[in-house]
């Protein structure tokens, strides 16, 4: 069974930092890219950042440059979000998911193979 576990969510005030964990499981961690993608009340679901296969590369949303670090630890088949300088307008739920695919080139163009439960980020000014 494919599952990928999101946490470390929480409510926060602006400026500060979370990191978020996805773990996974069920399927071979190493021939995916990992994308977090979030999506907030009312709104689209956006990209935020994706980490290729062997974690040297990673991908930013605009919004999130600067501020965010994706990172993964292919024996622990986990993918990290470290998310710093947080704005009330990040707040949304954070989904991470697998897609299999040699980079995250296109990103988030492309339809993951496997989503994640959310996780709930929510900042406060």
């Known amino acids: 069974e494919v599952q990928l576990q999101a946490s470390g969510g929480g409510l926060v005030q602006a400026g500060a930092s979370l990191r978020l964990a996805c773990a996974t499981s069920?399927?071979?961690?190493?021939?995916?890219?990992i994308g977090w993608f979030r999506q907030a009340p009312g709104k689209e679901r956006e990209g935020v950042s994706c980490?290729?296969?062997?974690?040297?590369?990673?991908t930013y949303g605009d919004h999130v440059k600067g501020r965010f670090t994706g990172s993964r630890d292919n024996a622990k088949n986990t993918v990290y979000l470290q998310m710093n300088g947080l704005k009330p307008e990040d707040t949304a739920v954070y989904y991470c998911?697998?897609?299999?695919?040699?980079?995250?080139?296109?990103?988030?163009?492309?339809?993951?193979?496997?989503w994640g439960q959310g996780t709930q980020v929510t900042v406060s000014s």
């Open positions: 069920g399927f071979f961690f190493d021939d995916y890219v």
């Open positions: 998911a697998a897609i299999r695919f040699t980079s995250c080139f296109g990103f988030p163009l492309y339809e993951p193979n496997y």
């Open positions: 980490i290729d296969r062997t974690g040297t590369s990673t």
